[in-house]
Nanobody, 119 residues
Framework: QVQLVESGGGSVQAGGSLRLSCTGS????????MDWYRQAPGQPREFVGS???????RYASAVRCRFIINRDSDRNTAYPQMNRLNPDDTGVYYC?????????????WGQGTQVTVSS
């Protein structure tokens, strides 16, 4: 079983930047996709971006050109760099990793980290 630990959330003024991280503890198996989601108060959880094992990234249109997701596969860690933040980016950010153990595929979520952007 893989456990994810997130860090890097906090409060920032509009126009500022934050970098989150999510590290997966895994002794066997391979982590493939590292996804990020966020959930604003009273809103459904929404996709933010992802990076696959080959480094290919995808982003939601709301964050494209402002957020950059990198990964360190040796450390099983994903790092979203969030720039030019605005109040609409406020919410709890969750990482989700997809991994394989043998022929089986699993998905696990991080505990979430709060990001608050003030105007």
């Amino acid at each position: 079983q893989v456990q994810l630990v997130e860090s890097g959330g906090g409060s920032v003024q509009a126009g500022g930047s934050l970098r989150l991280s999510c590290t997966g503890s895994i002794s066997l198996g391979t982590i493939h996709d590292m996804d990020w989601y966020r959930q604003a108060p009273g809103q459904p959880r929404e996709f933010v971006g992802s990076i696959n094992r080959g480094g290919l990234t995808r982003y939601a249109s709301a964050v494209r050109c402002r957020f950059i997701i990198n990964r360190d596969s040796d450390r099983n860690t994903a790092y979203p760099q969030m720039n030019r933040l605005n109040p609409d980016d406020t919410g709890v950010y969750y990482c989700k990793f997809k991994y394989n153990l043998g022929d089986d595929e699993f998905t696990t979520w991080g505990q979430g980290t709060q990001v608050t952007v003030s105007s």
